[in-house]
């Protein structure tokens, strides 16, 4: 029973994304809107899927991140979760060629990032203690003797 009302929520929901979704003109009839009653719980699902094999191969992606241009993590939710996403829930009815991802579009050409400015260590002066007078030390011994002996 549980089950058949997760689904059912599911479905409501992704029957109700098209009205949050921005005004695009695209001429749709009622077989498309048949066609998304199949195809948005489909989507939604894939983006669960998406983002469970997303956390399960981080720690690969994190290893392929390491050589330039560092942009695995980008890509890998850009492909298997942003996209899904948005395809289910901002799609509008009747528009399946939808394939608007969530990386970021502007990119430089030749980014270098600017290297470190590197100061060189000051050196550091300190001033030599005083030397302390040899019969102090030999007062403070006799005092520390008298006090063990005690």
């Given amino acids: 029973m549980k089950l058949r009302k997760l689904f059912v929520f599911a479905l409501f ?3 109700a994304a098209p009205s949050f979704a921005g005004y695009q003109k695209v001429e749709g009839d009622g ?3 048949m066609i998304d009653m199949i195809l948005r719980p489909v989507g939604f699902a894939a983006t669960l ?3 469970g094999i997303y956390v399960g191969v981080s720690p690969l992606t994190a290893i392929s991140t390491i050589p330039r241009p560092h942009d695995a993590f980008e890509k890998l939710a ?3 979760v942003c996209k899904p996403f948005k395809w289910t829930f901002m799609r509008p009815s009747g528009d399946y060629r939808y394939d608007e991802g969530c990386a970021r579009k502007v990119r ?3 980014y270098q990032p600017a290297p470190p400015v590197v ?3 000051k050196p550091v002066v ?3 203690e005083p030397p302390v007078p ?3 030390n030999k007062k403070i011994d006799a005092i520390f003797k008298k006090e063990m002996m005690k």
Avoid: K, R
């Fill in 13 to 15: 929901t992704a029957l």
């Fill in 49 to 51: 899927i998406g983002a």
């Fill in 31 to 33: 077989y498309d809107v």
């Fill in 134 to 136: 040899p019969d102090v």
């Fill in 108 to 110: 430089p050409v030749a």
């Fill in 126 to 128: 300190s001033s030599p």
């Fill in 78 to 80: 850009d492909t298997i």
């Fill in 119 to 121: 100061e060189p260590p």
